[in-house]
Nanobody
Framework: QVQFVESGGGLVQPGGSLRLSCAVSRFPFSLNAMSWYRQVPGKERELVAT????????NYRDSVKGRFGISRDNAKSMMYLQMNSLTPEDTAVYYC????????WGQGTQVTVSS
């Protein structure tokens, strides 16, 4: 059973920053591309960003380009999401997972952007 543990969420004012972390276990982390997703109650889960196994390639949804940065540390089996210039539209529960195919979802970490 693969385990994903997300952390680093919280309450921040518009324009602020947060850094999310994803700890992975029971999984060949360094061999797989990874992604961050987010979900708002009542809406579909959406892809936020993806990073290749060796961190050579990254992709972002249009609404976060230039504001979010995805990274990873294969030696520590950790992935990160640096979020800058946050807006209320970024409010959601954020999850990490393998890019393809999906494994079991973790509990996620709540990000709330509000003044």
């Amino acid at each position: 059973q693969v385990q994903f543990v997300e952390s680093g969420g919280g309450l921040v004012q518009p324009g602020g920053s947060l850094r999310l972390s994803c700890a992975v276990s029971r999984f060949p982390f360094s061999l797989n591309a990874m992604s961050w997703y987010r979900q708002v109650p009542g809406k579909e889960r959406e892809l936020v960003a993806t990073i290749s196994a060796n961190a050579g390639t990254t992709n972002y949804r249009d609404s976060v380009k230039g504001r979010f940065g995805i990274s990873r540390d294969n030696a520590k089996s950790m992935m990160y999401l640096q979020m800058n210039s946050l807006t209320p539209e970024d409010t959601a529960v954020y999850y990490c997972n393998r890019a393809l195919p999906f494994n079991s979802w973790g509990q996620g970490t709540q990000v709330t952007v509000s003044s």
